[in-house]
């Protein structure tokens, strides 16, 4: 579904991307998690259309990237709620803009509301909810213009770990239930491997792809996933650290 050929991606003298190649198949959950620098950030606003590459090529479905689509939603580290809009025009906005009418748009608002566990808080401002809760809304936002493909860059990172942790649950059962395509950044090995189905390692700048992981979801032995899942994770620390 999403494919980035030879991706290089310079700011000023300073490579951020080099020769970055990785595919992504509908449907899939892929972590990127590699040292600070290294692009995963960049990777992200490149397929979500908010910059250009400066050689190779983004396809998706077959069709080269140009600028931003209604495919693709990105939620951020920070959920940039706006302090004047409670949480159901929040939801709502992207479907606003698009212009559809206010009682559909609600309803499929006040429905994602009660998907990320919001229900009851449809009328509170952003000062009023937790961090947690606003990245619920930040979540509950991107989905609301059905996207094929989430693109979450660290989305996670700003909140204490049992909230993470609940997070963490509520994208895992949302992308079960919607098949929804997510490219997922992160600096936790621990988050990339629980929630990815692949995980990507970069390389430090200039980012490329230096490991590429598939993970077991399901096999007849939960003992064998749990070293399956160790030996993963140790893998990804062993290879961090070299490429430091």
Not at 17 to 34: C, D, M, T, W
Not at 73 to 95: E, K, R, Y
Not at 104 to 130: C, K, M, N, W
Not at 156 to 166: E, H, K, L, P
Request: glycine residues 10%; neutral net charge; contains cysteine.
């Amino acid at each position: 579904m999403i494919a980035l050929d030879g991706v290089t991606k310079t700011f000023g003298l300073t490579p951020a991307l080099q020769n970055f190649s990785a595919s992504i198949a509908r449907g899939e959950f892929v972590s990127i998690v590699g040292p600070s620098g290294c692009g995963k950030t960049t990777v992200l606003r490149l397929i979500a259309g908010l910059m250009a590459v400066d050689a190779g090529r983004i396809l998706i479905n077959g069709r080269p990237v140009n600028g931003p689509g209604h495919d693709r939603a990105m939620v951020f580290q920070q959920p940039t709620l706006l302090p004047w809009a409670d949480v159901l025009s929040s939801v709502a906005f992207g479907l606003e803009i698009r212009g559809v009418p206010r009682a559909e748009r609600e309803a499929v608002a006040r429905d994602l509301i009660q998907t990320v566990g919001l229900e009851g808080f449809e009328r509170h401002y952003p000062r009023q909810l937790s961090g947690g809760m606003q990245q619920r809304v930040g979540l509950a936002r991107a989905l609301a213009v059905n996207p094929d493909i989430l693109l979450m860059d660290e989305p996670f990172a700003s909140v204490d770990a049992q909230t993470r942790r609940g997070l963490q649950d509520e994208l895992a059962r949302i992308q079960s239930t919607t098949h929804k395509t997510i490219v997922f950044v992160t600096h936790d090995i621990d988050e990339a491997v629980r929630l990815g189905d692949r995980v990507l390692l970069m390389s430090p700048r200039p980012g490329r792809v230096r490991d590429a992981i598939t993970v077991p979801k399901s096999r007849p032995s939960g003992e064998e996933v749990e070293a399956d899942l160790f030996a993963i994770k140790s893998r990804l620390w062993t290879e961090l650290r070299e490429g430091a």
